[in-house]
C-alpha cells in the first residue's frame, strides 16, 4: 500500500454537447444510431465476470418502432442467481480490502471512458432503447451518469478523511468499512444514470453489488455494464442480473448475505420490497441498508406576480420532456385567475408547436413512451379527463400505437382540486391544472401541501419576496427538492442533490455523501498508548 493520503481530482460538471447542425459530435452519434439501429445484439446476464446465457429470451424493441428489435435478451433465474451471490461473496473478500483510491480510480476510469470512446454507443443506445431525444440521452446517459462517477469519488474521499478529536495519550479513528454481504440494485427504466449509480455507489464504498436493470432498459444498461468492465472493475463485484423480476426477488431476498437495498422505481414496488425484506429480517446477519427513491407528483404554483412568459416555458419543458416520464416532471400546476388567459394563451402556442416522433430525427422535442402497459394507463387518464365534467383538456388528447407508443402533450384544466389527476402520477405528458382564485393564495397553498402522499420536486413562481418567503415556509415538506423561478426538473449532481420524503422515498441523496455514508458501517477504534495499571480511582483515597 502506499504511504500517502491521496485526494480525488476536484470534479466539475460534464460539459452538455449542442449537437447541434454541423457539430463533429452530430455526425458521430448519428452514426453510431444507424450501426446499432443496422444490428439486433444478443444479451447475456454478467456473473463472475462472465455472460450467461439461458436460452429463455425475450426481444428487447424501439418504443417508437415497436417492429423494430434492437436485442434479445436472456432470463436469469434461481440458478443463476445463486451462482452471482456466490461470485459476490468471493469478489468481496478482495474487493472491501482494496485501498479505497484504488477503488475510486475504476470510477475515475469509467467517467472517462463513458465521456470519450463510449460516449455515442450509450447516448444512441438510450436514444433507441428508451426513445429519448438526443438532449435527454446527453444529459442522462453522459453526462448525469460521469457527473455520479466523479463526484462520487469525491465525496468519499471526504467520508473517509472525516476523523474524530482525540485526547492526551489516546489515539481516536474512525474506519468507514464496507457493508457485510451484497446490496441489491433495482434501477428504473427513466434514466440510464441511476442504471449505472445504483450499484456503483456501494461498490465505490467497497460492497459488492447485484445489479437488476428495468427489462425496458437492458439494453443501454448492457452498454453501462461494458464501460464497468472496461474501467477494470473486478469480476463479481457488480453481477449483472436480468430476468423476471419478482421470481429474482423471490431468491434474492431470503439470502443470508443480503445486506441492503438500493433502489429506484414506483412506490407500490418499493413499499412490496420493504415488507417482503421485514418478512425475512432474522435470516439477515445485520439490519439492511433501505435505500429508495420512488414516484411523485410534483407541482408547479404559480403565484400571481409570476413572470408568465417564464412560467408557461418551465410548465411545457417541466411537463414534458422526455414525456413526462421523469420522477421530477411537472405534474399538477396551480395558476391564479388573473394570469390565466395569458398562460392559457401561451401553453397551447408552445404545447401545439411540439414535435413528436424517432429520436433518430432531431427536429423531434418528444418521442414514444416506454411500452404498452404506461401506454395503457397513461391513456386511460386521458379518457377520463374526456369523460369528467369536472375536466377540459386544453390541448393534446390524442394517442396512437400504431407504430409506437405515442401520446400527445396534454393539459387538462381541473376545476376539482383533488381530482385523481390532480393527486396521481400519471408518469405520462399530462400535466392537469387547477385555475384558483387570487385571494385564496394562503388556502391554495395549504392544498398543495395535503393534495398527494408524495413530496419529491415543486416550484413557485413568483416575483412577490414576500410572496416567495410564504411558499418556501408553507410547502416545507411538500419537496426533497425544492425550486423558485425554475422548472422542477434537471437536478445536477453536486449542485441539486436529488430525493424526496414522504411516499417518495428514503431521501438518501443519489450523487451525494449522504447516500454513500448508507454503504459503510463504520468502526470506531480508540488506542490508548499508556493505559492505566491500576483500577483505582483518587476519589477512592480517603472516606
Ligand atoms: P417500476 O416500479 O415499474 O420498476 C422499477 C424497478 O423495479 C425495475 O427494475 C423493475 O423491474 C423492478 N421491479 C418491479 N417489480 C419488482 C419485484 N417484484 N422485485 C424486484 N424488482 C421489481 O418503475 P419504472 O417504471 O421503471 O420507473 C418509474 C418509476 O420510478 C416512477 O414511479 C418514478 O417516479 C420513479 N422514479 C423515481 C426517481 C427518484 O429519484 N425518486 C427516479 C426515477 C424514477
Redesign the pocket.
Known sequence: MASALFTTPIPDNEPVLSYAPGTPERESLKKKLDELAGQQIDIPLIIDGREVRTGDTSNYVMPHDTGHVLATWHKGGPQEIAAAIESSQRAWKEWSRWPWEERAAVLLKAADLLAGPWRDTVNASTMLGQSKTVHQAEIDAACELIDFWRFNCHYAEEIYSEQPMSSPGVWNRIEQRPLEGFVYA??????TS?GGNLPTAPALMGGVSLW??????IYSNYFVMKVLQEAGLPDGVINFVIGD??A??DVILPSPHFAGIH????????L??WQKMSENLRLYKNYPRIVG????KDFIVAHASADVGALAAAMVRGAFEYQG????AASRAYIPESLWPEVKEQLVEMVNSIKMGDPRDFRNFMCAV?DRN?FGSISEYIDEAKASADMEILVGGGYNDKKGYFIEPTIVVSQDPKSRLMCE?I?GPVLTLHVYKDSEWKEMLELCDVTSDYA?TGAIFARDRAAIAEADDALRYTAGNYYINDKPTGAVVGQQP???GRA??TNDK?GSAINLMRWVTPRTIKENFVPPTDYTYPYMGGK
Request: aromatic share 14%; glycine share 14%.
Open positions: 433495482i434501477t428504473p427504466f427513466n434514466f441511476i437488476k436493470p428495468s427489462r425496458t432498459s423480476s419478482a429474482l426477488t433502489y429506484t422505481g414506483s412506490t407500490e414496488v418499493f412490496m420490497l427513491e420512488t414516484g411523485g416520464q421523469k420522477c421530477s416506454i404506461a402520477e408518469f419529491l436529488f430525493g424526496g417518495s422515498g443519489a
